[in-house]
């Protein structure tokens, strides 16, 4: 039976169970889709001029977890579970973390154009919903709640160990790609960010120690500086707003500009030293959001010195539910700290990514009727490598991809990769783009080696879009 030990740490487990890295190393330069231009500014699409279907042009779902995954927790394999809750605990580090990504295309578009004949400008548009969220590994935090601190007597517990942030926002955007000539693209795109919710807790500091007292049988001593932010969840949350449509309509307008705002751009390049060789590199979300409204933040900072709990974590009593035993202790903390709670303006940077990578093209396609290249030209094949970077809390995080392209004609392209990440060694990913017509439809699935059995596996994810895309070269 599951006790309220292992409350913490099963929600941050549920966290990483339903969205994905932000990796998408399937999509970067397979530019027949034409979302691949998000990854990369300087991306030139294969056509004159797409539509994405609204709401069906991009998505983008998975999970992630880099020390741990669902089958260790919730395997039926006869053992208890708060054994394998222990396990798992000791297990983890405090730079093991659960993640939780997700995009979502509202509605996108784009058209080549420029002087002349060759149109050597590109102009993409839209607006997407992203959610992105990281939660470290609280390890002192669950070993306090899994052991208790009377068998810890003399052991600091550091309070830095609790990090985690989050948000959901819409993204505005804006770019253009310029063929500078024949050998160099740039590409720009300009963002404006609207926050739905906010959480921020990362720079937390301190420790908590017990240790045997003098006037009670054990003191307790806080060094802290711990802060908790948050934006546009407080009125959501309010008991008095019981109306549905109300919270409706706030996030209707929080998706059009009426959530706290800011600034971002993406810069892309695509270099071609020769005719088969290529370097493209992006730096995505430089920029902020200065949240300003619906605040809720909290901050304790200072040392305190307690002796009349004794324990503060013992064993639950006879009778006493976990949810009265959690309540007794939340009130003792009431008492104890001073909390301060404010409504400061404060300020976030988006997590910069970084993309980069170089590619071989080979296997030229030759017309049979005249021995010559065909009209739409170009390689049949390619493969490249591709490094992969974003600023994360505590460190970044770094994926490193091998990848195969290749044109079976001009309806269908596949595209295969071979990742090393924070999350697993082995992740294959499989890619296809096929056209029907003006219709344009891709399926991108990491970890597929994985997908027999997800709950071994610490990462997946799929991409799919519809497009309608006309003028193709």
């Given amino acids: 039976m599951m006790t309220g030990k292992g409350l913490i740490f099963i929600f941050m487990m549920l966290i990483g169970s339903y969205v994905s890295s932000q990796n998408k190393q399937l999509l970067f330069g397979f530019n027949d889709i034409p979302q691949s231009v998000l990854i990369n500014p300087s991306t030139s699409l294969d056509n004159d001029w797409f539509v994405g279907i609204p709401l069906l042009s991009h998505v983008h779902l998975g999970f992630g977890s880099s020390g741990v995954s669902a089958f260790d927790l919730f395997a039926d394999d006869g053992r208890d579970f708060n054994d394998k809750l222990g396990s798992v605990i000791f297990q983890l580090e405090p730079n093991d973390f659960f993640m939780a990504t997700q995009q979502l295309d509202v509605f ?28 470290y590994h609280p390890k002192d935090y669950a070993i306090l709640a899994y052991e208790g601190n009377a068998s810890n007597i003399g052991r600091p517990f550091d309070i830095s160990d609790f990090n985690v942030s989050g948000e959901m926002i819409s993204v505005w955007h804006i770019g253009i790609t310029k063929n500078v000539n024949e050998k160099f693209t740039l590409g720009a795109r300009a963002k404006i960010y609207s926050s739905i919710f906010n959480v921020s807790s990362t720079n937390n500091k301190g420790t908590f120690i017990t240790q045997e007292g003098q006037n009670n049988l054990l003191i307790h001593t806080f060094d802290i500086d711990f802060s908790y932010y948050s934006s546009g969840i407080k009125s959501l949350a309010d008991d008095n707003n019981s109306d549905l449509s109300n919270d409706i309509k706030t996030l209707r307008r929080r998706l059009l500009f009426g959530g706290n705002l800011g600034l971002g751009l993406d810069f892309g390049f695509t270099y071609r030293p020769s005719e088969q060789w290529t370097v493209e590199a992006s730096l995505l979300d430089l920029g902020f959001i200065r949240h300003s409204k619906d605040l809720d933040n909290y901050v304790v900072n200072g040392s305190y010195v307690y002796e009349g709990i004794n324990p503060l974590f013992p064993e639950v009593p006879d009778g006493q539910t976990a949810e009265d035993y959690w309540n007794e202790v939340a009130d003792n903390f009431e008492e104890l700290f001073e909390v301060d709670s404010t409504a400061t303006k404060y300020t976030t940077w988006r997590p910069t990514k970084l993309n980069a990578a ?11 009727d005249c021995n010559c290249l065909a009209e739409d030209g170009g390689y049949l094949n390619a493969i490249g490598a591709q490094l992969f970077a974003i600023r994360r809390p505590k460190a970044p995080q770094i994926a490193l991809t091998a990848y195969y392209y290749r ?16 999350f697993s060694f082995t992740n294959v990913g499989l890619g296809m783009s096929a056209d029907l017509g003006p219709l344009n439809f891709y399926l991108l699935a990491d970890n597929v080696l994985e997908y ?7 990462s ?14």
């Avoid at 044109?407 to 924070?422: P, V």
């Fill in 108 to 135: 996108s578009g784009g058209f080549a154009f420029g002087r002349g004949i060759e149109k050597d400008r590109y102009l993409s548009f839209g607006m997407y919903l992203e959610t992105d969220i990281i939660a």
């Fill in 358 to 368: 170089v590619r071989y093209s080979f296997g030229k396609h030759i017309s049979k």
């Fill in 407 to 422: 044109r079976i004609f001009n309806g269908l392209q596949l595209k295969a990769t071979y990742t090393m990440d924070s």
């Fill in 452 to 458: 027999q059995n997800l709950t071994k596996s610490r």
């Fill in 460 to 473: 997946a994810s799929v991409q799919f879009g519809l497009n309608l895309v006309f003028g193709r070269k």
